[in-house]
């Protein structure tokens, strides 16, 4: 008997250390041109992630989300931007069309990626990790333009609603600490 609980414990142990390897590093992504990536070319960084839609009222945001990718890339930051098409659809071209409205409209130069959902039954897993059940900041995506900042250690430091301004004072000093934290 002793044998068997000292085994469950063993594996109960290393199941949790497996799950505790796994991070939004590990996920499958795409990026804007369709080819398999993962944000482990951002580890280590700070990184804005956010829902983007080329046709809503929130769409100008492009431009303070370049603005502080430029401002604070070097210093170990990224914003990347994730379009979405299942708020008033309002992200419905392809993504060569989203590539071609960000760069002619805002001169976008941040990471973009493949088309995908936040929320519902075909949620992407790295919206399951910032937003699911077990996230810090939990509950669905509302609508474009939400934005979760991610500390270097790919933890999620903070969520901002689509309607703060990403050059806020409260969004920057929040960049600024998660760009400064070791």
């Known amino acids: 008997m002793k044998t068997l609980l000292a085994s469950l414990l063993v594996a109960a142990a290393m199941t949790t250390v497996n799950a505790g390897d796994k991070s939004i590093y590990d996920i499958p992504l795409k990026d804007i041109d369709k080819k398999p990536t993962s944000l482990k070319a951002h580890k280590g960084k700070a990184l804005l992630i956010v829902n983007v839609a080329s046709e809503c009222g929130l769409t100008p945001q492009y431009e303070q989300l370049e603005g502080l990718h430029r401002k604070f890339k070097d210093k170990g930051f990224a914003v990347l931007g994730f379009p979405c098409n299942q708020f008033g659809g309002q992200e419905p071209g392809s993504n060569a069309e989203i590539k071609a409205f960000c760069s002619s409209n805002y001169s976008v130069t941040f990471p973009m990626f493949d088309k ?34 991610v500390g270097k250690d790919g933890k999620v430091v903070a969520r901002f609603d689509p309607g703060q301004e990403p050059a806020s004072s409260e969004v920057v000093a929040a960049i600024e600490k998660a760009i400064a934290a070791k």
């Open 116 to 149: 995908i959902d936040v929320k519902g039954k075909n949620q992407h897993a790295l919206y399951k990790e910032l937003s699911g059940a077990k996230a810090k900041f939990s509950g669905d995506v509302g609508w474009n333009f939400a934005k979760f900042l």
